[in-house]
Structure formats: structure tokens, C-alpha cells
């Protein structure tokens, strides 16, 4: 027998438990379909994120910074150590910790707001008068209805052809995140998020690591600064990077991977590693969605097809994160999320896709919103630019990291901020600032106007803004 609701949300990743938590703050029967598994075959809600992406690597990258400081910097501060070492399955271990509380996280919020979560695979069975019939395909086998669907499936990641995963030797983000030991060589395909923050995290604890990319040059949706000052730091760093090149094949038969490529001259090259991971992009997860039950369009890449306010051609049914356009970014899946719980409230949800901040928690962090400078002279628009260095930051000398700098970019007539961008430390907590003052409207005036705190690494901000008139303080 069916059971009854005014919302079926199928996904409980970032942008599915979130709507799913707004609908029912606004007097919604709720219903939250995730088929993700913990080790023991409980429910893991969270999606990519929170298994298999942001918060893991975040808890990988912060141990294997740890290791990093002590090895490299403690010295600095007076603190000596004798036999370095890191116990991986530890560090694994505290990850999966990290891991777990955040699912319970989840299935606490959903309970505290009433939300009926179903553990298995959700999909399209039939439209019904009123509604839509949707499948639950786990232990206990349910059907639901609903006059409103939201789609968050997410998700995965590609692969590339001829290449499959076998999470062993071919790694994607997942089997990144679970090897068991630090490999000798490692080899990455991809410069994206994904392949810096696990090169990183790997290259920290010994591996000799590199980096493959089939663009010309590194990082081409940040400011060409900002990329410029990142490749020269991890470069220094050791991580080793090959651009423009071609993949002809990989080779997994022996004991480990052969990447066979020409590089940007064309000439032919081999590279031979331990574990390579491939992180060329994800793709949009509709796998058993049964789309076509029902008439729900995609697009040629397999995304659902939505319009501005996530609609999709179905009435009363709605896609929201990964498996729509837009960035693959998890805090955007959340706004999307939260809006379209208020527009089938009638209310007036919005994402403002202009102010969504971008973030690579590498060491330096690298952090933009907004426009680029190479954007702005593609568009023509006049700007006044403004960059101040963590080197003349009082808080970055006392913390070690002086690495990087802020850059702003206004308005050349208005002096409204069009984009700030920060290479250097916390940059992704520095950039909420600049969200705001752009969500605003604020200039850069308003920004060099505001008292910061000192000694902050925030500092820099204001000095950037203060760059922009020519008039920093302390550079």
C-alpha cells in the first residue's frame, strides 16, 4: 500500500536532505529516499560530500597537514621530534570517524524535523492522479506518493575511457580516500578540486606525486594570478605537473599503472606508478531513476533538464545539486535546495549564481567569487584591480604561512566589487566576506572603510580593498 506525501525528495546528499529538512519547516508531509551504505549496511545519508567527498578529504587533508608542520615547520617553533611516522590505517580510521558522525548528523536533523527517511534506491514508478508513484528499493521494499519530487541524486565521477575504476589501482575520489598505505608513486590525471586536494594530501606523506592535465595551462577557471602564485607554491612543494597532454592508454595488467601519453610537444611519453588517480569530472546520477516512466526529460550529458527556478518539464517535479546545470558544488546543491522547498510553498526561493564562492582547501587554499580579471577584459568591462600579500600580513608572519594574496576587482566608474580572489591561508573562510559584500552590493570603498580586527589574516582583505584606490597602509 502506498504511503502518502506532500514532498518525496529521492537523494539525501547535501541538496536533498536539506530540502527535504526546509519543506517540512514549512508544514510539509516530508519523505527523504537514500540508498547510501556504511560498512555494516546501515543508512549513510549525506550523498558524495559526505562520504566519499568533501568532509573525507577535508579530514585527510588536515592529518596530512599535521604530519607536514611536524616534519617541516615545528622546528620553527622550537618543537622538536624524533622518529617521525604516520599510521595511514589511523589516519583512515579517524576519517571514517569523521565520516560517520556527520551521517548520524543527518539522520538526527531529519528526525528533529519530522522527515520519514526510507534507506534504498528511489525511482519513478508511474504518475498518479495528484502526483507521482515512487519506488523504494531497499531492505524493506516501500511505494510512496507525492504531488511534489525533488531530484538530488548527485553524482559520480567519470571515468576515463578504456580506464574503468577498479578502486585498487585506478582510483576515483573514493578509492582516494580509502588506500590503505602511502604509495611510492602516485599519479593523478586531472588538476581539478578533486586531484589537487588528493595529490596533496598523498604528496605530504611521501608519495612522489604527478599530475597529468589535458589543458594547456593549470586551473583555467581562477584568476590567471591566482594560478600562477598555486602552481608555483605546490611546484615547490614537489608535486610535478605535465600540461597539454594526450592519454593514448593505461595499463593496469602488471603489478602497478602505466599511463601512456604525448605531452605538449607531442612527443611520446610513459609514466609508471603505484595508483593512479583519474579525476576528469563527474557526470550527473540518474542510474535507475526510471526517468522514462514518467516522461522526465535529460539532457544529452544525462542531466535533468531544469529551468531558472529548478523546474523540471514535469508539474510538481523539481532537480536540484549535481544532476542539474551549474557548478558541482555542494553548498550550491543546498541553496538550490532550500529554494525550491519555498517555492512549492509559494514563496520566492533564490540562488544567486553570481555570489556562489569556489574553494580548493590545498595548501595554500585557494578561494574565488565573482568575475575574473581575464572574464572582465573578455567582457569588456572597464575595472580597477587591487592585490595586497599575505608577506605584509602581521598574522601570517606569526602563523608561518605568508604564501599568496588577496585581489580585488571594482567597478572602474561604480567601484562595485565584480570579484575578489585569494591564494594563501584560510582563504576559504576569508572569501565569506567578500560573498556578503557582493550579495550587497558593496564597493570596494566599503570594504577599505570597515575596521578589521588585527592581528587577522582578514587584514588583507581590507588592504586589497585599499589597494584598489592606491592607498594601501601596510605594503
Known amino acids: 500500500m502506498s504511503k502518502q506525501f506532500d514532498v518525496v525528495v529521492i537523494g539525501g546528499g547535501p541538496g536533498g536532505y536539506i530540502a527535504a529538512i526546509r519543506a517540512a519547516q514549512l508544514g510539509f508531509q516530508v519523505a527523504c529516499i537514500d540508498e547510501w551504505k556504511n560498512d555494516k549496511g546501515g543508512p549513510a545519508p549525506g550523498g558524495t560530500c559526505t562520504n566519499v567527498g568533501c568532509i573525507p578529504s577535508k579530514a585527510l587533508l588536515q592529518s596530512s597537514e599535521h604530519f607536514d608542520h611536524a616534519a617541516h615547520h615545528f622546528n620553527d617553533h622550537g618543537i622538536s621530534l624524533d622518529n617521525l611516522k604516520m599510521d595511514v590505517a589511523r589516519m583512515v580510521g579517524r576519517k571514517n570517524t569523521v565520516v560517520k558522525q556527520n551521517n548520524d548528523g543527518i539522520l538526527f536533523l531529519l528526525k528533529k524535523n519530522k522527515v520519514s527517511f526510507f534507506h534504498g534506491r528511489g525511482s519513478f514508478a508511474k504518475a498518479v492522479e495528484g502526483g ?16 511534489n519530487v525533488i531530484v538530488a541524486t548527485g553524482s559520480n565521477a567519470r571515468a576515463l575511457p ?7 589501482k585506478i582510483l576515483s575520489n573514493d578509492g582516494a580516500l580509502r588506500l590503505g598505505a602511502v604509495p611510492a608513486t602516485l ?13 596533496s594530501v598523498w604528496r605530504r606523506l611521501g608519495a612522489e606525486v604527478t599530475i597529468l592535465e589535458a589543458m594547456p595551462g593549470f586551473l583555467g ?23 597539454g597532454v594526450k592519454i593514448s592508454k593505461v595499463d593496469a595488467s602488471g603489478e602497478g599503472v602505466v599511463v601512456s601519453f604525448a605531452d605538449a610537444k607531442g612527443v611520446e611519453q610513459t609514466l609508471a606508478v603505484d595508483k593512479l588517480i583519474v579525476s576528469i569530472g563527474r557526470v550527473a546520477n540518474t542510474i535507475g531513476l526510471n526517468p522514462e516512466a514518467v516522461g522526465l526529460a535529460l539532457d544529452d550529458r544525462g542531466m535533468v533538464v531544469v529551468d531558472g527556478d529548478c523546474k523540471t518539464n514535469l508539474p510538481g517535479v523539481w532537480a536540484v545539486g549535481d544532476v542539474v546545470r551549474g557548478p558541482m558544488l555542494a553548498h550550491k546543491a543546498e541553496e538550490e535546495g532550500v529554494a525550491v522547498a519555498e517555492r512549492i510553498a509559494g514563496q520566492h526561493g533564490h540562488v544567486n549564481f553570481a555570489t556562489i564562492p569556489w574553494v580548493i582547501y590545498t595548501s595554500p587554499e585557494i578561494a574565488w567569487v565573482g568575475r575574473t580579471e581575464q572574464q572582465l577584459k573578455a567582457d569588456g568591462v572597464a575595472y580597477k584591480a587591487g592585490q595586497f600579500p599575505f608577506l605584509a600580513n602581521g598574522r601570517a608572519r ?45 564597493s570596494a570603498e566599503d570594504i577599505a572603510r570597515i575596521c578589521h580586527a588585527h592581528p587577522s589574516l582578514s587584514e588583507a582583505t581590507k588592504e586589497a580593498a585599499l589597494a584598489v584606490d592606491k592607498r594601501t597602509l601596510n605594503f
Open 132 to 147: 507521482y508513484e515512487i519506488n523504494v528499493a531497499g531492505a524493506a521494499n516501500e511505494v510512496l506518493t507525492a504531488k
Open 162 to 168: 578504456g580506464a574503468a575504476f577498479d578502486e585498487d
Open 187 to 199: 599519479g593523478v590525471i586531472g588538476s581539478g578540486v578533486i586531484g589537487l586536494e588528493m595529490g
Open 221 to 243: 577557471a581562477a584568476d590567471e594570478g591566482v594560478a600562477k602564485e598555486a602552481l608555483k607554491a605546490f611546484k615547490k612543494q614537489g608535486l610535478k605537473f605535465e600540461f
Open 398 to 442: 606569526a602563523l608561518g604561512d605568508t604564501t599568496g594574496f588577496v585581489k580585488f576587482l571594482a567597478d572602474a566608474t561604480t567601484d562595485e566589487i565584480l570579484g575578489v580572489h585569494i591564494v594563501g591561508p584560510m582563504a576559504s573562510e576569508l572569501i565569506s566576506e567578500a560573498v556578503v559584500a557582493m550579495e550587497f552590493k558593496a
